[in-house]
């Protein structure tokens, strides 16, 4: 069983900077794609920025030079460090994890969801 644990989500002013974490714990053979999405309230889930195993990046339009995706393979654990925090950027935050077994399977996994609140 796969598990995605999510920190980091919080109350910060319009201006600031928030990091957010997700931690990958059990039983797998890799991972290959992360990623953050983030979601309103009756809207689709929207991909805000996503990492490979090999380090390539892709960011939203909206968050793109204000957020950073990083990835820890040792650790398991993918980081969005957010910054110059707009009060749209108000939402739930899902980590994303694509988990590859030992045979050569790919599985979807998603983190149970953090709430960023930006007042302005």
């Known amino acids: 069983q796969v598990q995605l644990v999510e920190s980091g989500g919080g109350l910060v002013q319009a201006g600031g900077s928030l990091m957010l974490s997700c931690a990958a714990s059990g039983s797998f053979f890799s991972i290959s794609r992360m990623a953050w999405y983030r979601q309103a309230p009756g809207k689709q889930r929207e991909l805000v920025a996503a990492?490979?195993?090999?380090?390539?990046?892709n960011y939203a339009d909206s968050v793109k030079g204000r957020f950073t995706i990083s990835r820890d393979k040792v650790k398991n654990t993918v980081y969005l460090q957010m910054g110059s925090l707009k009060p749209e950027d108000t939402l739930v935050y899902y980590c994303y994890a694509l988990i590859i077994t030992s045979s050569g399977h790919g599985y979807q996994y998603w983190g149970q969801g953090t709430q960023v609140t930006v007042s302005s």
């Open positions: 990492i490979t195993s090999d380090g390539s990046t």
